[in-house]
C-alpha cells in the first residue's frame, strides 16, 4: 500500500476513534470526577506567557505592544518568558518580569515548547507566536472561564481570510464517511463551546497538564502531532478544551490551504494529514497507545454548568446563562421534531410561545430530529436556556395510526435524555408537544407537573370503527396520565371536554400571529393564489391536489391569468415531479420558504383547501394579520370560526370554492374592504397574548 494512503487511513481512523471517545457523557451523578488528572505541583495562580520563535523585529515589537494593553485589563500576576530563535536576543522593555532563552533557528515547535515549560513558574500558561496580537481584553476573559475541570481556553482567531483559514475552534464530528474535523465554529455567538483541540499559539493552557501531555515531545515535528496527542491525553483524563470567542487574538501568518487535495479534502470535510504526521505515524508504539487511550476510555466527565457537551447520541447546548436567572423556575419541553427553522404551523408556535414563555422560566428544549439542524440555526434559538438535541436518525416511514405514531416517537433517545434531564434540572413542568409523546408520560419524581401540548386532537366520537375506538381508548388511557392539557382551538378543547370530563384541567391556547412580522403593506393586486402547507402533514398534499384536480382547470378557463405558487417544505418539490395537477400553467411549486410574510405580500389571495384537520391553522391567521384574504374550507377555519373575521371566506367543501375566488378576483373593492377589516380580530391572537395564557396554566398547576 503506497505510504500516502497508509497516512491516510490512519489518520481518519484517528479522527473517528478521537471523535467517538470524545462523544461520550459520564452517568448521572458522577458527572464531576476526573480519572487520572495530572498532579498538582504548588504553582502559584497566574499567567505565564510564552513567545515562541522570537526575533528582535516590528513583530516582536507588535506582540508586546498588543500584551501590554492586554495584562493592563488582567489583574493577576504575569511573567513572560521569549523563547529566541537568535543568540543573544536584547531583554526587551516591559512592565513585568521577563525570561529569554534560546534555541536553534531550525528547532521544532515542540521543542521550543519544552524550553518555555521549563522557565515558566504560574499554573496557566499561553504560547503565542511571535507577530501575533491579543486582544486588549483577552486575557481577562479567558482567566474568567477557567476551571479545574479545562485543559485549554483557546482564542477566536481575528481577521480570517478564508472559509478554511483558522478560527481557534476545532472540533471532530460525524460526517457522511465518518468522524472528520471541523475548523469553524458552530455559530457566531458570544458564549464559550465545548470543542476537541486546542491549538497552539492560540490557547491558555493549564501548565501542569501541559507539561505532562507533551513529555513524548520527541515524536512531533510539526504542531498537529502536539495538538492531537494533548485531545488524547485530556480525553483520558477527563478534561475538556473551551473555545472563547469574546477572547480575541489575530495571528502573525494567517494560515492557508497549500494544495488542491487539501482543498478538496475540506470541502468534502474529511480529515487530511497535517505537516509532519507521518513522522508521527512511523512511531507504532505512541500510535497504538494513543489509539488505544481514546477506544478504551469511551467516557469524559461533564463539563462545568456553563459548557455544551456532546454525547454519541446527544448534544446539548446551553444557550443562555446569567445569575439573574438562577432563581427562575425550570419548564422542559419535549418534540419529536424540529424546532427551527419556522417551516412549519408547530414550529413556529412553539418558536413564538418559548420568547414568551422565557421571560419568567428557564426553558430547556429536548429535540429529536437533532442530525436535521443546522449550526445556524442556533443562533435563533438563543433565548432557550438548554438546547438537547438527539443525534439519531430516524429513517421510518410516518404511520398513520395514533398508536404507531407514539410508540415510533416515544424512542429511546428521547426517554433516556428526558430522566436525565428531570433528575439534573428538577423542573416545574414537563411540557410534550404532539400527541406522538404522551408515551413519555411518568409518575412524578419531583414534583414536576406533567403537560401534554395536543396540536391537533384526533378523536373520532363519531366513528363506528372498533380499531379507531380501541386507538382512542388508548390515548384518553395516556392523558388521563397528565396534570394538564392544552388545547390549540375551542373546537378541540370541547371534543377533549366531552371525552375526559372536568377530572383535568384543560387549558386553551390558540395559534397566534406576530403583528409586527406580518404587517399589512399594500392592497392586492393581480390574480396570485397562494398555498402554504408543507407536504410531511398529509392533509396538506391531499388538500392542494384536490384543489388542483377540481378547482385550478376550471378557474383557469374562467381568468386564463391566474397563478397559483404552492409552498411545499423540505422535500415537498420531489414529490410533485411526475405528478401532471402540478405542472398546470401557472402553477409553481417551492420547496422551504422563510419570507412566508413577503411571500402572502406578493399574492391576491391565500387558500387552504384542506380538510379533515384538527387543532386550528395557523397560516389562516397570519393571512389576515398580513391583509390578505383566506379562502378556506371550514376544516381549515377551526379557531377562528366562531369569530367570523370578514377576510376568512368559508367554502362547504373545496368544489365550492370556485365561484367564491372568481368573484373575489373580479371584485378588488370588495376584496381590498375585507383585507382591511381584521386588525380587531387579529389583535386578539397576539402571541404576547398566548403566551400569558400558558403561563397562567403552569401557575395554576403549581398552585
Same mark, same amino acid.
Given at each position: 500500500m503506497p505510504a500516502t494512503s497508509r497516512i491516510a487511513r490512519s489518520w481518519s481512523l484517528f479522527w473517528e476513534v478521537l471523535?467517538?471517545?470524545? !462523544?461520550?457523557?459520564?452517568?448521572?451523578?458522577?458527572?464531576?470526577?476526573?480519572?487520572?488528572?495530572?498532579?498538582?505541583?504548588?504553582?502559584? %495562580?497566574?499567567? &505565564? $506567557?510564552?513567545?515562541?520563535?522570537?526575533?528582535?523585529?516590528?513583530?516582536?515589537?507588535?506582540?508586546?505592544?498588543?500584551?501590554?494593553?492586554?495584562? *493592563?485589563?488582567?489583574?493577576?500576576?504575569?511573567?513572560?518568558?521569549?523563547?529566541a530563535t537568535v543568540p543573544d536576543l536584547p531583554e526587551p522593555q516591559f512592565k513585568h518580569p521577563v525570561g529569554v532563552c534560546s534555541v536553534a533557528a531550525d528547532a521544532t515547535p515542540a521543542a521550543m515548547l519544552g524550553v518555555m515549560l521549563q522557565a515558566v513558574r504560574y499554573d496557566w500558561c499561553f504560547p503565542l507566536q511571535c507577530g501575533s496580537r491579543l486582544d486588549s481584553g483577552a486575557l481577562a476573559e479567558l482567566w474568567r472561564w477557567r476551571d479545574r475541570r479545562l485543559f485549554a481556553l483557546s482564542c477566536r482567531v481575528g481577521k480570517v481570510p478564508a472559509v478554511t483559514g483558522p478560527t481557534g475552534y476545532m472540533d471532530c464530528v460525524e460526517t457522511v464517511t465518518g468522524y472528520g474535523p471541523v475548523v469553524r465554529p458552530p455559530l457566531d455567538l458570544q458564549y464559550p463551546v465545548h470543542h476537541a483541540v486546542a491549538q497552539l499559539g492560540l490557547s491558555l493552557f493549564d501548565t501542569d497538564c501541559l507539561v505532562s501531555f507533551t513529555r513524548p515531545a520527541w515524536v512531533y515535528d510539526q504542531p498537529g502531532g502536539l495538538e492531537l496527542e494533548w485531545a488524547v491525553q485530556s480525553a483520558k483524563s477527563g478534561l475538556g478544551s473551551l473555545f472563547v470567542p469574546a477572547a480575541k487574538i489575530v495571528l502573525a501568518e494567517p494560515v492557508s490551504i497549500q494544495s488542491d487535495s487539501e482543498q478538496a479534502v475540506l470541502r468534502n470535510r474529511l480529515p487530511a494529514p497535517p505537516p509532519g504526521l507521518g513522522v508521527w505515524l512511523n512511531r507504532p508504539r505512541p500510535v497504538r497507545r494513543a489509539l488505544s487511550l481514546v477506544a478504551t476510555r469511551r467516557r469524559i466527565a461533564r463539563l462545568p454548568g456553563r459548557l455544551p457537551v456532546s454525547t454519541e447520541k446527544v448534544r446539548v447546548w446551553r444557550l443562555r446563562e446569567s445569575a439573574s436567572r438562577e432563581q427562575l423556575p425550570w419548564v422542559i419541553w419535549v418534540t419529536p421534531y424540529r424546532l427551527y427553522p419556522l417551516l412549519h404551523g408547530g414550529a413556529r408556535r412553539?418558536? @413564538?410561545?418559548?420568547?414568551?414563555?422565557?421571560?419568567?422560566?428557564?426553558? %430547556?428544549? $429536548?429535540?429529536?430530529?437533532?442530525l436535521d439542524y443546522c449550526p445556524d440555526d442556533l443562533l435563533a434559538l438563543a433565548h432557550i436556556d438548554e438546547l438537547h438535541l438527539i443525534m439519531e436518525r430516524n429513517d421510518r416511514p410516518i404511520a398513520t395510526r395514533s398508536t404507531h405514531r407514539i410508540h415510533e416517537h416515544c424512542n429511546d433517545g428521547l426517554q433516556q435524555q428526558l430522566e436525565r434531564s428531570i433528575h439534573r434540572l428538577r423542573p416545574a413542568a414537563v411540557d410534550l408537544q404532539y400527541e406522538e409523546l404522551l408515551g413519555l408520560v411518568?409518575?412524578?419524581?419531583?414534583?414536576?407537573?406533567?403537560?401534554?401540548?395536543?396540536?391537533d386532537v384526533n378523536f373520532d366520537t363519531l366513528s363506528a370503527d372498533a380499531g379507531q375506538s380501541r386507538i382512542d381508548a388508548y390515548v384518553e388511557r395516556l392523558l388521563k396520565r397528565t396534570s394538564?392539557?392544552? +388545547?390549540?382551538?375551542?373546537?378541540?378543547?370541547?371534543?377533549?371536554?366531552?371525552?375526559?370530563?372536568?377530572?383535568?384541567?384543560? !387549558?386553551?391556547?390558540?395559534?397566534?400571529?406576530?403583528?409586527? @412580522?406580518?404587517?399589512?403593506?399594500?392592497?392586492?393586486?393581480?390574480?396570485?393564489?397562494?398555498?402554504?402547507?408543507?407536504?410531511r402533514y398529509g392533509p396538506? $398534499?391531499?388538500? $392542494?391536489?384536490?384543489?388542483?384536480?377540481?378547482?385550478?382547470?376550471?378557474?383557469?378557463?374562467?381568468?386564463?391569468?391566474?397563478?397559483?405558487?404552492?409552498?411545499? *417544505?423540505?422535500?415537498?418539490?420531489?414529490?410533485?415531479?411526475?405528478?401532471?395537477?402540478?405542472?398546470?400553467?401557472?402553477?409553481?411549486?417551492?420547496?422551504?420558504?422563510?419570507?412566508?410574510?413577503?411571500?402572502? !405580500?406578493? &399574492?391576491?389571495?391565500?387558500?387552504?383547501?384542506?380538510? *379533515?384537520?384538527?387543532? &386550528?391553522?395557523?397560516?389562516?391567521? @397570519?393571512?389576515? +394579520? +398580513?391583509?390578505?384574504?383566506?379562502?378556506?374550507?371550514?376544516?381549515? %377555519?377551526?379557531?377562528?370560526?366562531?369569530?367570523?373575521?370578514? *377576510?376568512l371566506v368559508c367554502c362547504k367543501s373545496v368544489d365550492a370554492m370556485l365561484p367564491v375566488l372568481l368573484e373575489l378576483l373580479q371584485d378588488t373593492e370588495r376584496r381590498h374592504r375585507l383585507e382591511t377589516a381584521n386588525d380587531e380580530i387579529v389583535a386578539s391572537f397576539d402571541w404576547s397574548v398566548q403566551g400569558r395564557r400558558l403561563q397562567d396554566f403552569y401557575r395554576r398547576l403549581r398552585a
Open positions: 471523535g467517538r471517545g470524545l !462523544a461520550a457523557t459520564v452517568r448521572p451523578g458522577r458527572s464531576d470526577r476526573l480519572r487520572h488528572r495530572p498532579p498538582k505541583t504548588g504553582r502559584p %495562580a497566574g499567567i &505565564s $506567557i510564552g513567545i515562541l520563535t522570537a526575533r528582535p523585529g516590528p513583530e516582536l515589537e507588535a506582540t508586546l505592544e498588543s500584551l501590554d494593553r492586554a495584562i *493592563g485589563e488582567f489583574d493577576g500576576p504575569v511573567e513572560l518568558v521569549i523563547v412553539m418558536y @413564538e410561545l418559548s420568547l414568551q414563555l422565557t421571560e419568567n422560566y428557564r426553558l %430547556a428544549v $429536548i429535540s429529536d430530529e437533532g411518568r409518575p412524578p419524581r419531583y414534583g414536576e407537573r406533567w403537560i401534554a401540548s395536543l396540536h394538564g392539557i392544552i +388545547a390549540c382551538s375551542p373546537e378541540d378543547r370541547a371534543l377533549l371536554t366531552g371525552v375526559i370530563g372536568n377530572k383535568i384541567p384543560i !387549558a386553551l391556547v390558540e395559534n397566534g400571529v406576530n403583528r409586527n @412580522e406580518f404587517r399589512r403593506i399594500r392592497p392586492s393586486t393581480g390574480d396570485h393564489l397562494v398555498f402554504v402547507g408543507p407536504f396538506n $398534499i391531499h388538500g $392542494i391536489r384536490r384543489f388542483l384536480q377540481r378547482v385550478y382547470p376550471r378557474l383557469l378557463e374562467q381568468r386564463p391569468t391566474v397563478s397559483l405558487s404552492v409552498v411545499t *417544505g423540505d422535500g415537498g418539490p420531489a414529490q410533485t415531479v411526475a405528478d401532471p395537477l402540478f405542472r398546470q400553467p401557472g402553477v409553481r411549486v417551492i420547496g422551504a420558504e422563510r419570507d412566508v410574510p413577503g411571500l402572502l !405580500a406578493a &399574492s391576491t389571495l391565500q387558500i387552504n383547501p384542506v380538510e *379533515g384537520v384538527r387543532g &386550528s391553522c395557523l397560516k389562516t391567521i @397570519e393571512t389576515l +394579520a +398580513a391583509g390578505r384574504v383566506c379562502v378556506a374550507t371550514e376544516d381549515a %377555519a377551526r379557531g377562528l370560526l366562531h369569530l367570523k373575521p370578514p *377576510g
